[in-house]
């Protein structure tokens, strides 16, 4: 994942704006001795044994990178409070996949954040397609989100994980244009 430099403080977006963050990054279980609330990376997750994960319920996060088998966490989903999903380069779209597959076939209420490199033009499919938070210390998008320009098409063609009004046209395949929310 990429770090931000001193010079840029990765701030918590959500479309509500941006907000403090009331999560910390740690690298294994010790950090849930403390009342914070804690997202962990998939391996210190799975090391948890059930008894911390019940104590920690509210307080979980579990951090993925692209690679890891998102099956890995599906039945700890109820767990969990957040599930953080990286984008260490901007040409790596797994985890967009992730966070579909999290909010349709695993109907996973908590919070799903984008991490690492979240662009500007990936913003409105971000959203589409289930996250909701953002952890944002690109420079340029940091600018566009304090002027309130989340940027994106007004249409979009397919379906997502968040539904697709239908047309005020009343055009018979409304799914396939339907303005962008």
């Known amino acids: 994942m990429t770090e931000a430099t001193p010079e840029t403080k990765i701030r918590l977006w959500t479309s509500q704006g941006f907000r403090d963050d009331g999560w910390v990054h740690a690298e294994d279980a010790g950090a849930l001795a403390g009342n914070s609330r804690v997202i962990l990376p998939l391996q210190a997750f799975l090391e948890l044994d059930p008894a911390q994960r019940n104590a920690a319920k509210e307080r979980l996060g579990v951090s993925l990178q692209p690679g890891d088998q998102l099956e890995a966490i599906v039945e700890f989903l109820d767990d969990l409070a957040l599930v953080a999903l990286a984008f ?8 967009f996949s992730k966070a579909e597959l999290l909010r349709s076939r695993h109907n996973f209420e908590g ?3 984008a991490t690492g490199q979240v662009l500007i033009d990936q913003l409105p499919h ?4 289930g996250f909701n938070e953002f952890e944002v210390s690109h420079p340029v998008l940091l600018k566009r989100l304090e002027a309130g320009e989340v940027g994106g098409l007004p ?3 397919q379906p997502a994980a968040k539904a697709a009004q239908p047309s005020e046209k009343g055009a018979k395949y409304t799914w396939r244009r339907a303005a962008a929310t």
């Open 126 to 129: 971000m959203l589409r397609v």
């Open 155 to 157: 249409l979009h063609y």
């Open 111 to 113: 919070a799903v954040r």
């Open 88 to 95: 260490p380069a901007f040409n790596d779209g797994r985890s």
